[in-house]
C-alpha cells in the first residue's frame, strides 16, 4: 500500500503510515480542504468524508472559513481563527487568497502547491510519512519582483476531529527543573507555547499532546491522543485554539515575535519541520511512536548504544590541569567509563567565565603540547577522549572579539548585551560560519578528539539579522563539522536543557536535559522529557553527595539508580570517593552495562498503580528477552517496606526469572497482579533485571 494517494474521482488525497491515516480535498473552487487525521481510514471512506458539511450554524461571527476545514489557514478575508501565514506585499497589502495550483505524490508523501490568486506569490505544503508519524512543512515562494514580508509562517495547521471535551499535555518548567509533565483541560480561547529567546528554551519544549481523557493524569493504556511537534532550535510557538464548539486546530512553527523575515523577488524559503503523531491507544503508545520516530528518522547512529561516560566538570571547575584530569581519568576507567570529557576551562585565558570563549585553542601553561598527550592516554586507559565547547558565543575577553568586533549581534546605536559575560556571534554571516568550522576543524585535527560537548549559555539578543538566519547557520556549521570528522559524536546542552529539540537532536547524539544532577528532582525532570524523547538521548549524571545545585544528600545507590534510567554518566569528583564507594560504583557500572541496550532502545512504560510517592519506570528489551524496573521512594512512610508494580506489555505465556534473586514469575502474574518489589527507609531505590527463560506450561 502507498504511503500517499490520489483519489481523481473527488481530487482528494489519502496518506497513510503506522496506525493513522491523513486526507485533504481540492474543493471544486480551488480551495484545499482538510478532512481527517487519526485513525486509519480507507480511500472508500473518502467520498462520506466529502459528503459531510462542515459548516455548521453559527452567526456572522464566526471565522471563515472555520480553521479546522482548512489546510493552511492563511490571512486574509473573513478568516478570524488563528492563522498560520500572515505576508504583506510591496503595495501593502496584508491578506492572501490561495487557491491549488498543482500537486505531486511520491513514493512516502504528497506536495501541493498553492499559488495566490492575484500576486506572484506560492505557498507550496509538504507531506512525509515516517512510520507512525506525519512530517509537514511549507516553502513560501517569491515569484514576483517586488520584496514580501513574512509577518507570520508557521510550518502548517493541524486541525483535529471534534471531540467532547480536550485536554493538553506539554512539558514546562525552568532551568534545573526543565521538562515538567504539565496537564490542564482546554477551554475556549487559546492555549500557547513559545519561546522568544531565539533558542528553544527551558519554560516549555516544542512538543503538545491532546485528548480527551481525565484533567488528573493521561491515560496510559487507552483513548485517542494526538500530538505536534516542532523541529526548530530558535524561537518557536505551538497554539491550540479551541472554540466554543469543540472544534479544535493547532499551528506550530518559528515564532512570528519581531519576525518580519524579508523575502527578496525570486527567493524563497522553507519553514521547518512539523511532526505529527496520532496513538489510539493512549499515552503508552504516544511514547513508542516518538520513541520509534527519532530512533528511526532523526537521531545520528541510531543503532549504537551509548557509551558510559565520565564529565570533569564539577569535579574541578575552571582548574583544569593535566595531572588532575589524567587521576580522574584513571578512576573513571577503573569504574568500567568509556568516554572522558574535559569540560570547561581547558583553553587559552578561561581561569572563570569572564574570558576566553572563541579562542579554542589549548591554555599553554596547562597544556604545553596541546591536548593529543592528556587524549592519548585516556585512550591507553581504553576511553574515548572529548572536550567542551561554546562555539556559537564570544567573551569580549577574548582574542576573537579584539579582532572581530562586528561579527556579534548588536545594534549600531545600542548597547550590547552581555548574558553569562558572553555574546552570540552573528551565524547568519557566511564569513562568521566558515570562520567557527575552521575553529573547530583545528581543534579536532590537533589531538584524537571524539566527543564535543556543545554548549550555549545565553539568549539571543540584538537579533540584528533577524531570527531565522542564526539557527539555519547554526544547523550548517554543525552540518559542516560532522563532515568533515564524521566519527566525531555530539552532545546538546544550553544551560541544560535550553536546547533539546527535533532540530538539534537531528545533528548530535544525545542531549544534556538539565543542570541539575540532583537525583530526585532527576526523576521529574527524566520522567517528562521521556514522554517526547527516547531514553537513548537522555544523559544523566552520577554526581556527589551534596548535589552541587541542590545540597541535597543522596546515598550512592539512589543515585546511580536514578541516572541508569537513561544514558548513565559520573560526575563527581572521584579523587574523593572512598574505596567502598569507587568499588560499588564499579559494580553499578558492571550492572548498567548488562541492560543498557533495553534502557537506551526498548519500550519504556510509566508504571502506575504504585503510591503517590513511589516514582516507577520499566524497560522492555527489542526482543522481549529481558525487563529492567527501577523503583524510587524520597521517603517511605505507614510501615510500607513493599510496593506492588503492575509491568505491561510482557508475555503473559512466558515465564521471567529474577536475575539477582531467580524466583520466577509468569508474564501474566506480573501483569494482572503485580511485581511485588522492596522500598524502605529515605530515598530508596530498587533495580529488578527479569530475563524471560522459556515459554509458559499451561496444564
Given at each position: 500500500?502507498?504511503?500517499?494517494?490520489?483519489?481523481?474521482?473527488?481530487?482528494?488525497?489519502?496518506?497513510?503510515?503506522?496506525?493513522?491515516?491523513?486526507?485533504?480535498?481540492?474543493?471544486?473552487?480551488?480551495?484545499?480542504?482538510?478532512?481527517?487525521?487519526?485513525?486509519?481510514?480507507?480511500?472508500?471512506?473518502?467520498?462520506?468524508?466529502?459528503?459531510?458539511?462542515?459548516?455548521?450554524?453559527?452567526?456572522?461571527?464566526?471565522?471563515?472559513?472555520?480553521?479546522?476545514?482548512?489546510?493552511?489557514?492563511?490571512?486574509?478575508?473573513?478568516?478570524?481563527?488563528?492563522?498560520?501565514?500572515?505576508?504583506?506585499?510591496?503595495?501593502?497589502?496584508?491578506?492572501?487568497?490561495?487557491?491549488?495550483?498543482?500537486?505531486?505524490?511520491?513514493?512516502?508523501?504528497?506536495?501541493?502547491?498553492?499559488?495566490?490568486?492575484?500576486?506572484?506569490?506560492?505557498?507550496?505544503?509538504?507531506?512525509?510519512?515516517?512510520?507512525?508519524?506525519?512530517?509537514?512543512?511549507?516553502?513560501?515562494?517569491?515569484?514576483?519582483?517586488?520584496?514580501?514580508?513574512?509577518?507570520?509562517?508557521?510550518?502548517?495547521?493541524?486541525?483535529?476531529?471534534?471531540?467532547?471535551?480536550?485536554?493538553?499535555?506539554?512539558?514546562?518548567?525552568?532551568?534545573?527543573?526543565?521538562?515538567?509533565?504539565?496537564?490542564?483541560?482546554?477551554?475556549?480561547?487559546?492555549?500557547?507555547?513559545?519561546?522568544?529567546?531565539?533558542?528553544?528554551?527551558?519554560?516549555?519544549?516544542?512538543?503538545?499532546?491532546?485528548?480527551?481523557?481525565?484533567?488528573?493524569?493521561?491515560?496510559?493504556?487507552?483513548?485517542?491522543?494526538?500530538?505536534?511537534?516542532?523541529?526548530?532550535?530558535?524561537?518557536?510557538?505551538?497554539?491550540?485554539?479551541?472554540?466554543?464548539?469543540?472544534?479544535?486546530?493547532?499551528?506550530?512553527?518559528?515564532?512570528?515575535?519581531?519576525?518580519?523575515?524579508?523575502?527578496?523577488?525570486?527567493?524563497?524559503?522553507?519553514?521547518?519541520?512539523?511532526?505529527?503523531?496520532?496513538?489510539?491507544?493512549?499515552?503508552?503508545?504516544?511514547?513508542?511512536?516518538?520513541?520509534?520516530?527519532?530512533?528511526?528518522?532523526?537521531?545520528?547512529?541510531?543503532?549504537?548504544?551509548?557509551?558510559?561516560?565520565?564529565?570533569?566538570?564539577?569535579?574541578?571547575?575552571?582548574?583544569?590541569?593535566?595531572?588532575?584530569?589524567?587521576?580522574?581519568?584513571?578512576?573513571?576507567?577503573?569504574?568500567?567509563?568509556?568516554?572522558?570529557?574535559?569540560?570547561?576551562?581547558?583553553?587559552?585565558?578561561?581561569?572563570?567565565?569572564?574570558?576566553?570563549?572563541?579562542?579554542?585553542?589549548?591554555?599553554?601553561?596547562?597544556?604545553?603540547?596541546?591536548?593529543?598527550?592528556?587524549?592519548?592516554?585516556?585512550?591507553?586507559?581504553?576511553?574515548?577522549?572529548?572536550?567542551?565547547?561554546?562555539?556559537?558565543?564570544?567573551?569580549?575577553?577574548?582574542?576573537?572579539?579584539?579582532?572581530?568586533?562586528?561579527?556579534?549581534?548588536?545594534?549600531?546605536?545600542?548597547?550590547?548585551?552581555?548574558?553569562?559575560?558572553?555574546?552570540?556571534?552573528?551565524?547568519?554571516?557566511?564569513?562568521?560560519?566558515?570562520?567557527?568550522?575552521?575553529?573547530?576543524?583545528?581543534?579536532?585535527?590537533?589531538?584524537?578528539?571524539?566527543?564535543?560537548?556543545?554548549?550555549?549559555?545565553?539568549?539571543?539578543?540584538?537579533?540584528?539579522?533577524?531570527?531565522?538566519?542564526?539557527?539555519?547557520?547554526?544547523?550548517?556549521?554543525?552540518?559542516?563539522?560532522?563532515?568533515?570528522?564524521?566519527?566525531?559524536?555530539?552532545?546538546?546542552?544550553?544551560?541544560?536543557?535550553?536546547?533539546?529539540?527535533?532540530?538539534?537532536?537531528?545533528?548530535?547524539?544525545?542531549?544534556?536535559?538539565?543542570?541539575?544532577?540532583?537525583?530526585?528532582?532527576?526523576?521529574?525532570?527524566?520522567?517528562?522529557?521521556?514522554?517526547?524523547?527516547?531514553?537513548?538521548?537522555?544523559?544523566?549524571?552520577?554526581?556527589?553527595?551534596?548535589?552541587?545545585?541542590?545540597?541535597?544528600?543522596?546515598?550512592?545507590?539512589?543515585?546511580?539508580?536514578?541516572?541508569?534510567?537513561?544514558?548513565?554518566?559520573?560526575?563527581?569528583?572521584?579523587?574523593?570517593?572512598?574505596?567502598?564507594?569507587?568499588?560499588?560504583?564499579?559494580?553499578?557500572?558492571?550492572?548498567?552495562?548488562?541492560?543498557?541496550?533495553?534502557?537506551?532502545?526498548?519500550?519504556?512504560?510509566?508504571?502506575?498503580?504504585?503510591?503517590?510517592?513511589?516514582?516507577?519506570?520499566?524497560?522492555?528489551?527489542?526482543?522481549?528477552?529481558?525487563?529492567?524496573?527501577?523503583?524510587?521512594a524520597p521517603s517511605v512512610r505507614h510501615l510500607r517496606r513493599t510496593v506492588l508494580l503492575r509491568l505491561r506489555g510482557l508475555d503473559p505465556d512466558a515465564v521471567?526469572?529474577?536475575?539477582?534473586?531467580?524466583?520466577?514469575?509468569?508474564?501474566?502474574?506480573?501483569?494482572?497482579?503485580?511485581?511485588?518489589?522492596?522500598?524502605?527507609?529515605?530515598?530508596?531505590?530498587?533495580?529488578?533485571?527479569?530475563?524471560?527463560?522459556?515459554?509458559?506450561?499451561?496444564?
Open positions: 500500500m502507498p504511503a500517499a494517494e490520489h483519489l481523481p474521482p473527488h481530487d482528494a488525497f489519502l496518506l497513510r503510515g503506522d496506525g493513522f491515516a491523513y486526507a485533504l480535498a481540492v474543493t471544486p473552487g480551488g480551495d484545499l480542504r482538510h478532512l481527517h487525521w487519526g485513525g486509519p481510514i480507507a480511500s472508500d471512506d473518502l467520498g462520506a468524508l466529502l459528503a459531510d458539511d462542515p459548516r455548521e450554524f453559527g452567526s456572522n461571527t464566526w471565522s471563515s472559513p472555520r480553521a479546522h476545514t482548512e489546510e493552511l489557514v492563511a490571512h486574509g478575508g473573513r478568516r478570524l481563527d488563528e492563522s498560520a501565514l500572515a505576508v504583506e506585499f510591496a503595495d501593502g497589502v496584508r491578506a492572501l487568497d490561495l487557491a491549488v495550483e498543482s500537486s505531486a505524490v511520491s513514493d512516502d508523501g504528497l506536495t501541493v502547491r498553492l499559488a495566490d490568486r492575484h500576486y506572484p506569490f506560492a505557498a507550496e505544503l509538504h507531506y512525509r510519512v515516517r512510520g507512525g508519524a506525519l512530517e509537514r512543512w511549507t516553502t513560501l515562494v517569491n515569484d514576483g519582483d517586488a520584496p514580501v514580508i513574512l509577518d507570520r509562517a508557521y510550518s502548517a495547521s493541524w486541525p483535529l476531529p471534534w471531540q467532547p471535551r480536550w485536554v493538553a499535555t506539554w512539558l514546562a518548567g525552568a532551568y534545573a527543573a526543565e521538562t515538567q509533565l504539565t496537564r490542564r483541560p482546554l477551554g475556549p480561547g487559546r492555549l500557547v507555547l513559545e519561546s522568544r529567546r531565539g533558542i528553544p528554551g527551558h519554560a516549555a519544549q516544542p512538543w503538545l499532546a491532546l485528548d480527551a481523557g481525565d484533567d488528573a493524569r493521561p491515560s496510559d493504556e487507552t483513548g485517542a491522543v494526538w500530538s505536534v511537534a516542532l523541529a526548530w532550535s530558535g524561537s518557536w510557538r505551538l497554539a491550540a485554539e479551541l472554540a466554543a464548539d469543540g472544534r479544535l486546530h493547532v499551528t506550530a512553527g518559528v515564532n512570528d515575535f519581531d519576525l518580519r523575515h524579508p523575502l527578496a523577488p525570486g527567493a524563497s524559503w522553507t519553514t521547518p519541520v512539523t511532526v505529527g503523531v496520532y496513538a489510539g491507544a493512549g499515552h503508552d503508545e504516544l511514547t513508542d511512536r516518538w520513541h520509534a520516530y527519532e530512533r528511526e528518522h532523526v537521531v545520528p547512529r541510531p543503532d549504537t548504544v551509548r557509551p558510559v561516560l565520565y564529565n570533569s566538570w564539577e569535579a574541578t571547575f575552571f582548574d583544569v590541569r593535566p595531572d588532575s584530569q589524567l587521576e580522574l581519568a584513571r578512576r573513571a576507567a577503573a569504574l568500567g567509563a568509556e568516554l572522558f570529557v574535559v569540560d570547561d576551562g581547558w583553553f587559552a585565558g578561561r581561569d572563570d567565565e569572564s574570558a576566553g570563549i572563541g579562542d579554542w585553542t589549548p591554555d599553554r601553561t596547562a597544556f604545553p603540547d596541546g591536548l593529543k598527550p592528556l587524549a592519548d592516554e585516556v585512550h591507553a586507559l581504553g576511553m574515548r577522549f572529548g572536550v567542551w565547547v561554546e562555539p556559537e558565543a564570544v567573551s569580549p575577553d577574548s582574542d576573537l572579539f579584539r579582532a572581530h568586533p562586528d561579527w556579534i549581534h548588536q545594534w549600531p546605536t545600542r548597547p550590547r548585551t552581555l548574558a553569562r559575560q558572553t555574546h552570540l556571534l552573528a551565524l547568519s554571516r557566511a564569513d562568521v560560519r566558515t570562520h567557527v568550522v575552521e575553529a573547530l576543524d583545528a581543534l579536532l585535527s590537533s589531538a584524537p578528539i571524539d566527543v564535543l560537548k556543545w554548549d550555549l549559555n545565553r539568549p539571543l539578543t540584538e537579533a540584528s539579522d533577524g531570527w531565522i538566519g542564526p539557527v539555519e547557520g547554526l544547523y550548517e556549521v554543525l552540518d559542516r563539522v560532522r563532515a568533515l570528522h564524521p566519527d566525531v559524536w555530539i552532545e546538546s546542552c544550553a544551560s541544560g536543557g535550553g536546547r533539546a529539540d527535533l532540530g538539534i537532536m537531528a545533528r548530535t547524539e544525545w542531549v544534556w536535559p538539565s543542570d541539575n544532577t540532583d537525583a530526585l528532582e532527576r526523576l521529574a525532570i527524566q520522567h517528562g522529557y521521556a514522554y517526547a524523547h527516547s531514553p537513548h538521548t537522555m544523559m544523566a549524571w552520577v554526581t556527589d553527595s551534596p548535589t552541587y545545585l541542590t545540597k541535597r544528600e543522596l546515598p550512592l545507590r539512589f543515585r546511580f539508580h536514578s541516572a541508569m534510567t537513561g544514558l548513565l554518566g559520573i560526575g563527581g569528583n572521584l579523587a574523593h570517593w572512598s574505596p567502598e564507594d569507587l568499588a560499588a560504583g564499579a559494580e553499578y557500572v558492571a550492572q548498567y552495562k548488562r541492560i543498557r541496550a533495553t534502557v537506551q532502545y526498548g519500550t519504556m512504560r510509566r508504571l502506575s498503580g504504585a503510591p503517590d510517592d513511589v516514582t516507577a519506570v520499566s524497560y522492555r528489551s527489542p526482543s522481549g528477552d529481558q525487563v529492567a524496573v527501577f523503583a524510587f521471567y526469572a529474577d536475575a539477582a534473586t531467580g524466583a520466577h514469575y509468569s508474564g501474566a502474574l506480573l501483569r494482572h497482579h503485580g511485581l511485588r518489589v522492596a522500598l524502605t527507609g529515605d530515598h530508596a531505590s530498587e533495580l529488578v533485571v527479569l530475563d524471560r527463560i522459556r515459554p509458559r506450561r499451561h496444564p
